[in-house]
Nanobody
């Protein structure tokens, strides 16, 4: 059974940085995809960054390009971890951030992913 546990959220001022972590267990990361999504109050969930583990290919939403970086750590046998380094944060980045894994189509569409974590809150103040 796939379990995704996010951590690293918090409150920062505009221009600050945070690094989110997603620990995935029971997940076959070989030739698969994992991504970060966010949902602000009153808005639809949107893709932020995704990683195709088969070739290390990354995808980023336009609003975060150049500021966010997705990376992975597959050196531990039982837990696979994906990170989202977020720099130059803006108030519009405020949202609940979710990790998702195992997609039918590689990319940033939330509907393509089968497993979801519970989310971690990111709040950026001006």
């Amino acid at each position: 059974q796939v379990q995704l546990v996010e951590s690293g959220g918090g409150s920062v001022q505009s221009g600050g940085s945070l690094r989110l972590s997603c620990a995935a267990s029971g997940y076959s990361y070989s030739r698969n995809c994992i991504g970060w999504f966010r949902q602000a109050p009153g808005k639809e969930r949107e893709g932020v960054a995704a990683l195709y583990t088969g070739g290390g290919i990354t995808y980023y939403a336009d609003p975060v390009k150049g500021r966010f970086t997705i990376s992975q750590d597959n050196t531990k046998n039982t837990v696979y971890t994906v990170y989202l380094q977020m720099n130059s944060l803006k108030p519009e980045d405020t949202a609940m951030y979710y990790c998702a894994a195992d997609c039918q189509v590689v990319g940033l569409h939330p509907g393509a992913y089968n497993y979801w974590g519970q989310g971690t809150q990111v709040t950026v103040s001006s």
